[in-house]
């Protein structure tokens, strides 16, 4: 079929934009990104017929990836994953632990870089990641 089948053509996609969690309350949720994580409002808009929604997204500081804070629709909150990266993910992980985030302790294996899990507290799982030469 050639260039003509669209089956075919390279993708037209070039970024991952939004992630998306499911919270559980979007207000409880938004404190504890920008006052624990240290992100940043990215969007925060009603619509439907009557504004009766809430599209939410924050993010770190400089990021161009968006984490979306969703209320519930056909699934339960939390469960959801994300990575996040840091270059030092020491400081970071002191970092949180001083805020009183649970935190699980930092590991790391050969050939990967040190990274530790948390949860949202929905229950929705954050790797931060440590970069090399970020």
Do not use: C
Not at 63 to 72: E, I, M, Y
């Amino acid at each position: 079929m050639g260039m003509s089948d669209p089956t075919q053509a390279p993708t037209t996609v070039t970024n991952i934009g939004v992630a998306m969690f499911t919270v559980a309350d979007q207000n409880a949720a938004l404190a504890f990104y920008t006052e624990k994580m240290g992100f940043e409002v990215r969007a925060d808009v009603a619509f439907g017929e009557n504004g009766e929604y809430r599209w939410l997204e924050v993010a770190p500081p400089g990021s161009t990836a968006r984490l979306a804070l969703n209320p519930p629709m056909n699934d339960e909150p939390g469960g959801s994953a994300i990575g996040i990266e840091t270059a030092d993910v020491h400081a970071e992980h002191a970092r949180l632990k001083a805020l009183g985030v649970e935190v699980e302790e930092p590991m790391s294996s050969p050939g990967t870089p040190t990274m530790f899990m948390m949860r949202d507290p929905d229950g929705n799982h954050i790797a931060v990641v440590e970069t090399s030469g970020a």
